[in-house]
C-alpha cells in the first residue's frame, strides 16, 4: 500500500482531460480548449528571431539562468507591463514556468492544509487544483456579470472564520464566465480589503485580447490602481500572447512576498526555459509583440462575434450568456438543476465538445452552466458547431 | 504581518546563490557551478534541428502539450532508457520541468509536515531544498567511497521511529561526492528495503558522462536491476547531456505512483515546455545524442583528469579525496572541525570559488569538505586555480 501524502491521496483525475484528449479528434468540432489556434502562432517572427540569436545569445538560451529570470527579459518585460500602468519599480518581477506555476507558488506560500481561501465561482481550474492540492478550504464568492458578487464577499469576510489566506480573482475575459469587472466592483473590493492583511491574487492573462479598445480603461487591474493597504499579487503569462509551448509566465508582487516565492521556484524548477526566455524576450524588444497581439485579437475578436450570432441565432430562449469582450470564453447560463453533463453526453454524439459547468465550480456540484470557447476554431466551423450544441441543449432541457 | 504557511516562514536563502553570482564575475576563476560549460553546447545540432522543423512540428513546439509529455517525445526517450537497460515497458514515463521537478512532484507526493525521509550526506542540494520545502525530516545516511553507509542506514531503519517515506540517493557521480555506488552496496540497499514499503527516490542525472566504457556494467541502476518488492522512481535529466537551458527532465516510476504525479504536474506547470520537447526528441532520433555525448564525456574527461593531476600536486598532504570516474565534482575531505566557509573567504581574495561542505550537509552544519568542480573549466584554467585553492586551504588548516 503506497502511503501518499494527506491531501495527494485525494487528488482525483479530472474530467476535462478526457475532453481535451476527445478534442485532438479530428472529426469533432472542439469549444473546449482553452489554447490559442495553432494557425495563428507568429512562428514566422520566431523563425527571424532564431535566425538573429547570435552565439552568445544561443549559449544563454541553453544554460541554466537565474530562478528569477533571465535579466534581459525581466527588463524588456518590465517596460511592456510598465506601459500597461503597472507599478513595475515598487515590486518584483518573477518569472514562471507559465502563469499556472506563478499561482502555484503562491499558493504554496501562504496555505498550510485546511486555510481558508476566497475564490469565484466559476473560476479557473489550474488554480483551483493548484489551491487543492495545498489542501486549501475553498470558499466560493458567486460570480455576477461586472465582477464578485460584493455582498456575498462582505458575508464572507463578516463570517467570523479564519481569515482567509488570499483572494484569487481574474478581473478582464474571465475563464469561464467571460466577463469583465467593472470599476465599481474593483473600487468595493479595495474599500472591504483594505487594511484586512488578505493579499489579492489577481490573474490577468487575456487582457491583451480585447476586441474593443474603448474598454482599456475599464479593464484596469487592481494591481495598476495600486490601492494602499493591500497586497497585489499579480500573475501573468506569453501563453495567449506568444505561445503556451515556451511555459513562460510571471508574477508581479510586493517585495516582502517577492522573497518567499523566489526560493519556492528555485526548490521547484531552478528556473524557467532559458531558451523560451531569448525568445521571448526578442519578441518584445523588437516591438513584434505589438505587431502579433493586433493581428490575433482581430482573429479572436472575428471567432467571438461568429460565436455570438450562432448563439443568439440557435439557442434556445431560456439560455442566457454575457456576451464576450475580448479573451476566448463564452459561459451559457441554463435553468435551475440542468445537468450539462448529460448535454455533453448528447453533443458528442453529435460530434461536438464543451465543458461542463461543474468543472469550474469550487465545490465541484453547480452544474447548469456550459464554457464553449471560440479562440481555437474558425468561424465556419463554429457557425457549424453551435446548432449541434442548441440541439443537444434542447434535447435534455426541452 | 504577513501570513506565510508555516514551512515557508522557515525558508531562508542559501549562500549558494550569492557564490554563483560571484562566480559569474570575469575575474573569478569558478570551481563552484554544477552547469556544462557554454562553449560545449552542441549549438550547431541545435540549429539544424530548428531548420529540419515543419511548419506542424513548430505549431506543436508552441503550443501546450499533454501533461505527461509530447508523445514524440515519450517515444523516443522511451527507445533511449530501453538501450540503457531500464524497465521502461514495466513502468511510466513522466516528463519534468528539469529532473529537479521530478523530484519535487515526488516529494510532493510522499510528504506531509514532519514525516521522515532518509537522505545522504552529502546530498544534493536542489533535492534538499525541495523535502525541506515540504517540512520533510531529514535522517542523514553517511556516504563512504562505495556508496550509502549500510551499517547507518541499517541503524535507521531499526530505530523504531515512524517509517521514512523514501529514501533519497544518487549512485553515479554522485553531486556533491563523485563517487559511484558499487553493485555490492545496491544488492545490501535492495536486500534491506525489500518489502519494507519504503520507495527509492534514485536520481541519475551524470551517467552518461563516465570517463571509462569499463565502469559501465557497476553503473547499474537500482531501477534497472528492477528488484521485486522495493517501488523504485528513477529521475533523470537533459541539462547534462544536452542543456539545462531547456528544463527537461523525466521519471520513469511504477504506475500506482505515475497517477498522482500526473496530477501534481498538471497542477504546477500544466506540462513542460513543448519548444524545448520538440528539440529534444528530434536530439535523440537522429542521433545526435550520441555524437554530443561522446564528444563531451572526453571534453568533461580531460578537466576531470586536469584537476585530479593538480589537486596531487598541490593539495596538503593532509586532504583526501575520491577521484571521479565521470561526472562534474570531486569532494575533498580536510581534517576534521576545518571550516571551509574560512577557507572560501580566503579562496575568493586569490580569486578562486568553490561550495563549502555544510551547503550539502542536510543539517546545514559538518562543514569540512569541499566541492570543486570542473564542468565549467577549461584545463589551463584548472591548473591556475588550484594552486589557489590549495594556498587557501593552508592558510586557514595549516
Redesign the interface.
Known amino acids: 500500500?503506497?502511503?501518499?501524502?494527506?491531501g495527494?491521496s485525494a487528488?482525483?483525475?479530472s474530467e476535462i482531460?478526457d475532453l481535451m484528449s476527445l478534442a485532438a479528434s479530428p472529426d469533432i468540432i472542439s469549444f473546449s480548449g482553452g489554447?490559442?489556434g495553432?494557425?495563428l502562432?507568429p512562428?514566422e517572427m520566431?523563425d527571424q528571431i532564431?535566425q538573429s540569436l547570435s552565439?552568445k545569445e544561443?549559449?544563454?538560451?541553453?544554460?541554466?539562468?537565474p530562478?528569477n529570470g533571465q535579466p534581459a527579459l525581466l527588463e524588456s518585460l518590465a517596460h511592456y507591463l510598465e506601459k500597461k500602468g503597472l507599478p513595475v519599480g515598487k515590486n518584483r518581477l518573477l518569472i514562471t514556468?507559465?502563469s499556472?506555476?506563478a499561482i502555484?507558488i503562491l499558493a504554496?506560500?501562504?496555505?498550510?492544509p485546511g486555510?481558508p481561501v476566497l475564490v469565484e465561482s466559476p473560476s479557473f481550474i489550474?488554480a483551483l487544483?493548484?489551491f487543492?492540492?495545498?489542501e486549501a478550504n475553498l470558499t466560493a464568492i458567486p460570480l455576477r456579470s461586472d465582477g464578485l458578487d460584493i455582498a456575498a464577499l462582505k458575508t464572507a469576510l463578516d463570517s467570523g472564520g479564519p481569515?482567509p489566506?488570499f483572494l484569487y480573482f481574474a478581473p478582464n475575459f474571465h475563464n469561464p464566465a467571460g466577463i469583465i469587472y467593472t470599476e465599481a466592483v474593483k473600487r468595493q473590493m479595495i474599500e472591504l480589503l483594505s487594511g484586512l492583511?488578505i493579499?489579492l491574487i489577481e490573474d490577468d492573462v487575456y487582457s491583451d485580447l480585447y476586441f474593443h479598445e474603448d474598454d482599456l480603461p475599464k479593464m484596469r487591474t487592481i494591481k495598476a490602481i495600486d490601492p494602499e493597504g493591500i497586497?497585489v499579487c499579480l500573475t501573468g503569462s506569453f501563453?495567449k500572447i506568444?505561445?503556451?509551448?515556451?511555459?513562460l509566465g510571471w508574477m508581479l508582487v510586493p517585495e516582502?512576498?517577492y522573497?518567499?516565492c523566489e526560493?519556492?521556484k528555485?526548490?521547484?524548477?531552478?528556473?524557467?526555459?532559458?531558451?523560451?526566455q531569448v525568445?521571448a524576450d526578442k519578441f518584445i524588444r523588437s516591438g513584434a509583440i505589438y505587431t502579433y497581439t493586433g493581428q490575433v485579437r482581430l482573429e479572436y475578436k472575428k471567432r467571438g462575434l461568429a460565436m455570438i450570432e450562432a448563439l443568439e441565432k440557435h439557442l434556445p430562449g431560456y439560455v442566457s450568456f454575457e456576451k464576450p469582450r475580448g479573451g476566448f470564453y463564452i459561459w451559457l447560463h441554463l435553468p435551475e438543476g440542468a445537468d450539462s453533463t448529460l448535454i455533453l453526453k448528447k453533443a458528442i454524439e453529435r460530434g461536438v465538445v464543451f465543458v461542463t459547468g461543474k468543472t469550474f465550480d469550487p465545490a465541484g456540484v453547480k452544474n447548469n452552466c456550459i464554457r464553449v470557447s471560440y479562440c481555437n476554431t474558425a468561424p465556419d466551423v463554429i457557425r457549424r458547431g453551435i446548432p449541434l450544441v442548441a440541439e443537444a441543449i434542447r434535447e435534455i432541457c426541452g
Chains 1, 2 share one sequence.
Open positions: 500500500m503506497t502511503r501518499f501524502a494527506t495527494v487528488l482525483r483525475s482531460r489554447m490559442p495553432n494557425e502562432f512562428l520566431i532564431y552565439e544561443k549559449q544563454v538560451a541553453m544554460q541554466y539562468g530562478t514556468t507559465g499556472l506555476q502555484n504554496k506560500a501562504f496555505v498550510d486555510d489550474g487544483s493548484a487543492r492540492s495545498y481569515k489566506k492583511d493579499p497586497d501563453s506568444l505561445g503556451p509551448g515556451l511555459r516582502h512576498i522573497g518567499k526560493l519556492i528555485q526548490s521547484m524548477d531552478a528556473c524557467s526555459p532559458s531558451f523560451s525568445i
